[in-house]
């Protein structure tokens, strides 16, 4: 088991910089493919950008592609959200996500945890 904490999320102003991190404890996230998800308020929550274990062949959303950026560092158990460019619509709470799937005898089992989130407003 994973647990997930969240940090960096602010208020900033449309065109500014803010790189979120995800902090995790407990079980290595060595094994574990990481993602962003993000909820705006009267919205579904939505995938922002994943990254598998093996940390190639990052995954982003449409809306954030050239402007988002995910990386990890397994040796700090800690994923990043580097954000560019912010927009008004980029405002929203930020999950860090990470999951698991193994085999254990003859069970298969899927192992997931969500972070608490953290709030990101960008507004002028």
């Known amino acids: 088991q994973v647990q997930l904490v969240e940090s960096g999320g602010g208020s900033v102003q449309p065109g500014d910089s803010l790189r979120l991190s995800c902090a995790a404890s407990?079980?290595?996230?060595?094994?574990?493919?990481m993602a962003w998800f993000r909820q705006a308020p009267g919205k579904e929550r939505e995938f922002v950008a994943g990254?598998?274990?093996?940390?190639?062949?990052?995954t982003y959303a449409d809306s954030v592609k050239g402007r988002f950026t995910i990386s990890r560092d397994d040796g700090k158990r800690t994923v990043y959200l580097q954000m560019n460019s912010l927009k008004p619509e980029d405002t929203a709470v930020y999950y860090c996500?990470?999951?698991?799937?193994?085999?254990?005898?003859?069970?298969?089992?899927?192992?997931?945890?969500w972070g608490q989130g953290t709030l990101v407003t960008v507004s002028s």
């Open positions: 407990g079980r290595s996230i060595r094994r574990y493919s």
């Open positions: 990254i598998p274990y093996s940390g190639v062949g990052m």
């Open positions: 996500h990470a999951d698991r799937a193994y085999t254990l005898g003859y069970r298969e089992r899927y192992v997931e945890a």
